[in-house]
């Protein structure tokens, strides 16, 4: 069992900058990858990013490549989002996720832990 919080959501301005951060609970979190998610109301949660159990592999949406990067601290069992440039487009809740297996696969069906969320809005 994992259990996951996120903090660093807020209200920032376009082009400003956020990061986000979800701590895990449990001794193994090296043998999970991790990703972050964000939804907006009326639509999918989509994926943003995710990284590797070892932090050696990462992948992003088109939407956010070159703005946002995520990584891990296996000591701290911690997983970052820092988000860059930041666009109105961006506001949504943003989840992180823990899959049960070290590689990166896709779909949200593969994680098996989910934090409560972050609200993130960035205003024009």
């Known amino acids: 069992q994992v259990q996951l919080v996120e903090s660093g959501g807020g209200l920032v301005q376009a082009g400003g900058s956020l990061r986000l951060s979800c701590a895990a609970s449990?001794?193994?979190?090296?043998?999970?990858?991790m990703g972050w998610f964000r939804q907006t109301p009326g639509k999918e949660r989509e994926s943003v990013a995710a990284i590797s159990g070892s932090g050696g592999m990462t992948h992003y949406a088109d939407s956010v490549k070159g703005r946002f990067t995520i990584s891990r601290d296996n000591v701290k069992n911690t997983v970052y989002l820092q988000m860059n440039s930041l666009k109105p487009e961006d506001t949504a809740v943003y989840y992180c996720?823990?899959?049960?297996?070290?590689?990166?696969?896709?779909?949200?069906?593969?994680?098996?832990?989910w934090g409560q969320g972050t609200q993130v809005t960035v205003s024009s």
């Open positions: 449990g001794r193994t979190f090296s043998s999970y990858s």
């Open positions: 996720a823990a899959n049960p297996r070290p590689f990166i696969e896709s779909g949200a069906q593969r994680y098996y832990y």
